[in-house]
């Protein structure tokens, strides 16, 4: 067990995963994406969350889409419960089908199990594509910032689970957080140069901590986020508006 005083990297092979996969639920591409799921997926590609309007309900989208939107150059964000962990592994699983994938994770969350069982149902070559992840995990916003920060920028897509798991420590002051957040950004800016970087996020507890989520935001070119559907917006029926207008 890597003590917290340390970054510890690794590289997903296909010995920590030999004769374990089947130990695994069988889950599908996308667990929670199913119809009776009391949530849905709201996409956007703008700057701001917050301008253009109206958010709509849009296509689930599966890792496939996410990879395929976010190009070099481009800061994706994917927001939800648990920072999407499924989604971001399934989405590290099928860069890694392509090409090389670098997954900076912070919060200690990356199952290389899930993974090998989902690329095992789409190829037999599971030896070679676990062997284009490589593993960093952060255990303090400190760690995370210095982590970012040696990461040389390349064409290797970056993938950052949880990123605000420890920012949002309450043993950090808020504006110590903050001014760590900002350099994290800074860092990931510089990483998608030359490729796409997508960073997932869960929604804080702290409502004091709330601005730690916007900076990130604002940073993202492209967002994902998994909202309850009592919190999307309805349409009204044309019979309810019929009726509104007899009274």
Known sequence: MPGTSQ?????????????????????????????????????????????????????????????????????GLVLGPRAERLHMLELSAVMAQRGAVRVLDGGNSYNALYVAHYIRRYTVQLEAALNRITIARAFTCHQMVTLLQETAVSHTPTLVLDLLSTFGDESIDLGESVRLLRLALVQLQRLCRLAPVIVSLQPLRQPDRAVLMELVLNAATHHFIREPLET???????????QKTEQ
């Open 7 to 75: 970054i510890w990297t690794q590289r997903c092979t296909s010995t920590q995963v030999s004769g374990k996969v089947n130990t695994l639920t069988p889950w599908g591409d996308t667990p929670f994406f199913t119809r009776i799921s009391p949530v849905q997926w709201i996409a956007l590609s703008l700057p701001n969350r917050y301008g253009g309007g109206m958010s709509l309900p849009m296509q689930i989208p599966t890792a496939l889409t996410t990879a395929t939107t976010v190009a070099s150059g481009e800061l």
């Open 232 to 242: 999307a917006v309805a349409q009204p029926s044309l019979f309810s508006l019929e």
